[in-house]
Protein backbone atom coordinates (compact mmCIF):
# COMPACT_ATOMS: atom_id res chain seq x y z
CA UNK A 1 0.00 0.00 0.00
CA UNK A 2 1.59 3.55 -1.34
CA UNK A 3 1.98 6.00 1.49
CA UNK A 4 2.74 9.48 1.68
CA UNK A 5 3.20 11.58 4.99
CA UNK A 6 3.40 14.89 5.56
CA UNK A 7 4.46 16.10 9.04
CA UNK A 8 5.89 19.37 10.50
CA UNK A 9 3.41 21.63 9.53
CA UNK A 10 2.35 24.77 11.79
CA UNK A 11 2.04 28.29 13.12
CA UNK A 12 4.65 30.05 12.50
CA UNK A 13 5.34 34.31 12.25
CA UNK A 14 6.62 35.55 9.34
CA UNK A 15 10.05 35.22 8.95
CA UNK A 16 10.14 32.15 10.76
CA UNK A 17 11.14 28.67 10.04
CA UNK A 18 9.64 25.25 9.58
CA UNK A 19 10.75 21.96 8.06
CA UNK A 20 8.16 19.64 6.36
CA UNK A 21 9.00 16.09 5.77
CA UNK A 22 7.44 13.51 4.09
CA UNK A 23 7.84 9.65 4.58
CA UNK A 24 6.94 7.64 2.24
CA UNK A 25 6.27 3.41 1.85
CA UNK A 26 5.05 1.04 -0.20
CA UNK A 27 6.82 2.18 -3.40
CA UNK A 28 10.72 2.25 -4.44
CA UNK A 29 11.46 5.95 -3.17
CA UNK A 30 14.92 6.02 -4.84
CA UNK A 31 13.39 5.35 -8.37
CA UNK A 32 10.80 8.26 -7.63
CA UNK A 33 10.86 12.67 -8.64
CA UNK A 34 9.17 13.58 -5.00
CA UNK A 35 7.62 17.46 -5.15
CA UNK A 36 5.99 19.49 -2.98
CA UNK A 37 2.71 21.50 -4.20
CA UNK A 38 0.93 23.72 -1.77
CA UNK A 39 -2.89 25.17 -2.01
CA UNK A 40 -4.19 27.96 -0.16
CA UNK A 41 -7.95 28.93 0.25
CA UNK A 42 -9.95 29.50 -2.62
CA UNK A 43 -6.36 28.95 -5.06
CA UNK A 44 -5.35 26.30 -7.29
CA UNK A 45 -2.88 23.45 -6.05
CA UNK A 46 0.71 25.57 -7.36
CA UNK A 47 4.46 23.44 -7.57
CA UNK A 48 6.36 24.61 -4.81
CA UNK A 49 9.73 22.19 -5.51
CA UNK A 50 10.90 19.45 -6.54
CA UNK A 51 13.90 17.13 -6.79
CA UNK A 52 14.65 14.61 -9.31
CA UNK A 53 16.11 10.88 -8.85
CA UNK A 54 19.91 12.83 -10.07
CA UNK A 55 19.20 15.48 -7.54
CA UNK A 56 18.77 18.22 -9.77
CA UNK A 57 15.70 20.82 -8.12
CA UNK A 58 13.51 22.70 -9.45
CA UNK A 59 11.58 26.06 -7.37
CA UNK A 60 8.91 27.95 -8.05
CA UNK A 61 10.03 31.65 -8.27
CA UNK A 62 8.01 33.10 -5.13
CA UNK A 63 9.72 30.52 -3.06
CA UNK A 64 13.49 30.79 -4.69
CA UNK A 65 16.24 31.68 -2.30
CA UNK A 66 13.75 30.78 1.25
CA UNK A 67 12.96 27.13 0.29
CA UNK A 68 15.04 24.32 -0.04
CA UNK A 69 14.90 20.40 -1.01
CA UNK A 70 16.33 17.33 0.18
CA UNK A 71 15.72 13.34 -0.03
CA UNK A 72 16.93 10.81 2.33
CA UNK A 73 16.67 8.08 0.53
CA UNK A 74 18.12 5.41 3.12
CA UNK A 75 15.12 7.09 5.47
CA UNK A 76 12.35 7.16 2.35
CA UNK A 77 11.67 10.91 3.17
CA UNK A 78 11.71 14.08 1.30
CA UNK A 79 11.92 17.31 3.63
CA UNK A 80 11.33 21.30 2.17
CA UNK A 81 13.14 23.72 4.61
CA UNK A 82 11.19 26.88 4.73
CA UNK A 83 12.55 29.75 5.90
CA UNK A 84 12.18 33.40 5.60
CA UNK A 85 8.13 32.26 5.99
CA UNK A 86 5.82 35.17 4.50
CA UNK A 87 1.67 35.29 5.20
CA UNK A 88 1.56 34.43 1.24
CA UNK A 89 3.21 31.05 2.03
CA UNK A 90 0.44 29.95 3.96
CA UNK A 91 -1.21 27.11 2.54
CA UNK A 92 -1.47 23.08 2.76
CA UNK A 93 1.31 21.81 1.70
CA UNK A 94 1.52 18.29 -0.31
CA UNK A 95 4.10 16.26 -1.28
CA UNK A 96 4.19 13.61 -4.21
CA UNK A 97 5.75 11.29 -6.09
CA UNK A 98 6.80 11.15 -9.70
CA UNK A 99 7.76 7.71 -11.02
CA UNK A 100 7.83 8.98 -15.14
CA UNK A 101 9.83 11.94 -14.26
CA UNK A 102 8.20 14.22 -16.95
CA UNK A 103 8.11 17.51 -16.27
CA UNK A 104 8.20 18.50 -12.88
CA UNK A 105 5.95 21.35 -12.08
CA UNK A 106 2.87 19.67 -13.39
CA UNK A 107 0.98 17.96 -11.04
CA UNK A 108 -0.68 15.94 -13.32
CA UNK A 109 2.84 14.01 -13.75
CA UNK A 110 2.81 12.91 -10.28
CA UNK A 111 1.74 9.16 -9.28
CA UNK A 112 1.03 9.52 -5.35
CA UNK A 113 -0.03 12.22 -3.17
CA UNK A 114 -0.31 12.38 0.49
CA UNK A 115 -3.32 13.95 2.24
CA UNK A 116 -1.28 17.66 3.34
CA UNK A 117 -0.26 19.79 6.30
CA UNK A 118 -1.05 23.08 7.16
CA UNK A 119 1.45 25.66 7.25
CA UNK A 120 0.10 29.08 8.28
CA UNK A 121 2.28 31.83 8.78
CA UNK A 122 1.29 35.11 10.54
CA UNK A 123 1.89 38.71 10.27
Known amino acids: QVQLVESGGGLVQAGGSLRLSCAAS????????MGWFRQAPGKEREFVAALSRSGSTDFADSVKGRFTISRDNAKNTVYLQMNSLKPEDTAVYYC?????????????????WGQGTQVTVSS
Open 26 to 33: GFIFNNYV
Open 96 to 112: AADRAGGYLRDPNNYNY
